[in-house]
């Protein structure tokens, strides 16, 4: 054998898209702490007046809601460290959703047969995206609104079409 001949392993084709999708949190940590230190000073305010009242068992509410408050961010937060990964290069589409608990999940395309499909209202716009292919139908973009859909799915689309045209010859470069 010649090294003409020699196997060579195929070259890292350019992404033609990527994206990575994340839940919107608007408050972040400070955020947080600050919306917590309010709550807990007016829960506590508040539970001191019915403390010198004489209700004093209302004193322990309040701070069951503090708990509860604390409790229902602490689960928001937690859902926040969801993600999706969507990546076209001229030979396969990838979907990678990592749960918020951090189970991956990943599927492989060919761009050649994939069809994006669009769940819309005509009141609302875009509510789902969907990659079709083989049969199989699987949901992206859940954490986007229906403008960032509208945008995304153009971008989307224009990726597939020229991963369908296929790579472009260029002597130049």
């Not at 396969?92 to 749960?99: P, Q």
């Not at 047969?113 to 789902?128: M, N, R, S, T, Y």
Request: hydrophobic share 50%.
């Amino acid at each position: 054998m010649t090294a003409g001949n020699d196997f060579e392993p195929e070259a890292a084709q350019p992404e033609l898209f990527s994206a990575l999708l994340t839940p919107h949190r608007s408050l972040n940590r400070t955020g947080f702490l600050v919306l917590m230190g309010f709550v807990c000073t007016v829960s506590f305010a508040a539970g001191l007046a019915f403390l010198l009242m004489g209700a004093w068992p209302v004193l322990g509410f309040f701070g069951l809601d503090v708990l509860a408050i604390y409790w229902a961010f602490r689960i928001n937060f937690r859902h926040a460290r969801a993600s999706e990964e969507i990546s076209v290069t001229a030979s396969e589409l990838r979907v990678r959703r990592i749960s918020h608990r951090g189970h991956v999940v990943e599927w492989v395309h060919n761009p050649l047969w994939v069809q994006l499909d669009q769940k819309a209202d005509a009141e609302f716009g875009i509510e789902k995206l969907y990659l079709l292919s083989r049969g199989r139908r699987v949901s992206i973009a859940s954490f986007l609104g229906p403008d960032e859909k509208a945008s995304f799915a153009k971008a989307l689309t224009a990726a597939l079409v020229a991963a369908k045209r296929g790579p472009t010859y260029n002597p130049i470069s």
